[in-house]
């Protein structure tokens, strides 16, 4: 537990394979908190504040860059998250709509 808090990574499954976060000593905290019964979790079931805090460690760009070069196999694993929250899975339906609506008459011409 204490490896964790110290130099824990989270690894996030996606579509071209893991990656792997470096957070924050708060945001490991938070993340022992988030997987302490569980090794992996599904993104589907991570409240929206939970959400968040991945996200904003995403958009921090706070990768390992090579999990080699820091040694991802000797680091601990905090856990899993088995597929990273999508945003543009949330977009409205009728937001598509409007676009088809406003690019048709153009692609007419």
């Known amino acids: 537990m204490i490896e964790k808090l110290n130099s824990g990574l989270l690894r996030v499954l ?6 792997y ?3 924050s000593f708060l945001q490991r905290l938070y993340l022992v ?3 302490r019964n569980f090794e ?3 993104a589907k079931v991570l409240t929206p504040r939970q959400q968040k805090i991945i996200d904003s460690m995403w958009s921090q760009n ?5 999990p ?3 040694g991802v196999h000797d680091a601990p694993l905090i856990g899993t998250l ?5 945003r543009d899975d949330r977009t409205d339906a009728t937001s598509h709509e409007n676009m ?3 690019v048709s008459p153009y692609a007419t011409d």
Do not use: C, M
Not at 14 to 19: E, I, M, N, V
Not at 62 to 66: C, D, I, L
């Open 82 to 86: 088995e597929q990273r929250p999508d």
């Open 100 to 102: 088809a609506e406003t």
């Open 14 to 19: 996606t579509p071209l394979g893991p990656r």
């Open 62 to 66: 706070r990768f390992v860059a090579s």
């Open 68 to 70: 080699q070069s820091y």
């Open 40 to 42: 992996s979790l599904p």
């Open 21 to 23: 976060l470096n957070p």
């Open 33 to 35: 908190w988030i997987f």
